[in-house]
């Protein structure tokens, strides 16, 4: 008597939702900015497996001490200084030191500072070291250190070499065994 008929279930169609998914992938991938990390170039020293610790007798005069203290004030030599005239004070201490290639600029930074002042600190200095290799470039060789050749670079470098000294902390009560601080 009652035939039972089949409820069929209404199919989606589906042909352009994968063009649809492709589309909006690509309009958030154009559209969306990608974060630059920034960072410090640094060459760092080639391993010696000797464990040999070498001292190094430089002259007070040639020193430069910037501390970075926990609440991220600069001060270079006990003085307190905005990062923003760093750079000035550097190039000055450069090109007023008895013996350009003896001289070291000691950095010292507290644990708890940000790493944006440590990165502007380092940035300043590095500005004023190219400020003095240019103008050394320009001296000796006359034209702008973008214009030397290799050979001409090397020999900036050589007679200004970059000389940082970092100090680093060891936390006493963390590490177990002693450290120096």
């Keep these: 008597m009652f035939t039972r008929r089949k409820r069929q279930i209404p199919a989606l169609n589906t042909t352009s939702t994968a063009d649809i998914s492709f589309m909006l992938l690509i309009f958030f991938l154009v559209t969306t900015s990608m974060d630059i990390d920034k960072g410090i170039t640094r060459q760092l020293p080639p391993v010696d497996n000797s464990k040999e610790e070498v001292v190094t007798d430089v002259d007070k005069d040639n020193v430069l001490r910037l501390v ?5 004030n ?27 290639e003896e001289h070291v600029i000691s950095v010292d930074v507290d644990r ?18 190219h400020i003095v290799r240019d103008a050394y470039a320009r001296k000796m060789f006359n034209h702008p250190l973008g214009a030397c050749s290799e050979d001409e670079r090397e020999a ?7 000389r940082l000294a970092e100090i680093y902390h060891t936390d006493l009560k963390n590490s177990g065994e002693g450290g120096e601080e």
């Design 68 to 72: 970075v203290d926990d609440k991220n």
């Design 74 to 100: 600069l001060f270079v030599d006990d003085k307190p200084m905005v990062v923003d005239s760093l750079k000035q004070h550097v190039v000055a201490f450069l090109q007023h030191c008895k013996d350009v």
């Design 112 to 129: 708890n500072a940000s790493y944006d002042t440590y990165f502007n600190m380092q940035n300043e200095v590095v500005a004023a070291y």
């Design 156 to 162: 900036v470098v050589k007679a200004c070499p970059q």
